[in-house]
């Protein structure tokens, strides 16, 4: 079964530094998310994508934050100076279509982001 | 806004005993709900959804009913096994005039089956 696939699994960095998470979408979906999840948190939507823009962000998708498609195959989140209360785990999710019954968003098994 | 209520956990029972999970919620417009599974160390799985009044939605033995009355979508299972011990997240997708189906969550329900 296809499936969504995040890099790397779990990634520490230091305090102002800009990270990239990675996920790669199944193939011929068309519409892309990151979600977060604070440890002890509810998964939050940070932001949707479609066509190479912005669908949507939620108020935690500061500037800060920016998401890119590179290739027809990535997925990106770039965090550009990194603070403590970006420790999460991060999910790249990613759906075939609108509407009610294509709308599955099919998630990946998450970036563990630690921030020291 | 849009908001999901999920009963708390964690929830610890024994080899086919009966399993509930409550989550009620609050949206703006006409929801789908769903219930994702996260099995240790995997992502977020979707379990089943409803997408309108009355629905049912059913998978691995799995039932949740959309009540709009009570705008509640409870989870319920039969008879668990070991093999369903996860965190079970309630979650919906309204929709509203942006046409974006992006998903709010329940804090998750951490289930520990044991045999």
């Known amino acids: 079964e296809p499936e969504v696939t995040q890099t790397p699994s779990h990634q520490v960095t230091q305090m102002g530094q800009e990270v990239i998470l990675r996920c790669v979408p199944i193939s011929n979906h068309l519409y892309f998310y990151w979600y977060r999840q604070i440890l002890g948190q509810k998964v939050e939507f940070l932001v949707s994508?479609?066509?190479?823009?912005?669908?949507?962000k939620s108020e935690i998708f500061d500037d800060q934050f920016s998401v890119e498609r590179p290739d027809g195959s990535n997925f990106t989140l770039k965090i550009r100076s990194t603070k403590l209360e970006d420790s999460a785990m991060y999910f790249c999710?990613?759906?075939?279509?609108?509407?009610?019954?294509?709308?599955?968003?099919?998630f990946g098994a998450g970036t563990r982001l630690s921030v020291l | 806004g849009n908001s999901v209520t999920q009963m708390e956990g964690p929830v610890t029972l024994s080899e086919e005993a009966f399993l509930t999970i409550n989550c009620t919620y609050t949206?703006?417009?006409?929801?789908?709900l769903f219930w994702y599974v996260q099995y240790p160390g995997e992502g977020l799985q979707l379990l089943l959804k409803a997408t309108k009044a009355d629905d049912k939605g059913s998978n691995k033995g799995f039932e949740a009913t959309y009540r709009k009355e009570t705008t509640s979508f409870h989870l319920e299972k039969g008879s668990v096994q070991v093999s369903d011990s996860a965190v079970y997240f309630c979650?919906?997708?309204?929709?509203?005039?942006?046409?974006?189906?992006?998903?709010?969550f329940g804090a998750g329900t951490t289930v520990t089956v044991r045999a």
């Open positions: 949206a703006t417009g006409y929801p789908s």
């Open positions: 999710a990613s759906s075939e279509k609108w509407g009610t019954t294509k709308n599955i968003q099919y």
């Open positions: 994508f479609y066509n190479n823009e912005i669908s949507e």
């Open positions: 979650a919906l997708s309204d929709r509203p005039l942006s046409n974006d189906y992006k998903l709010s």
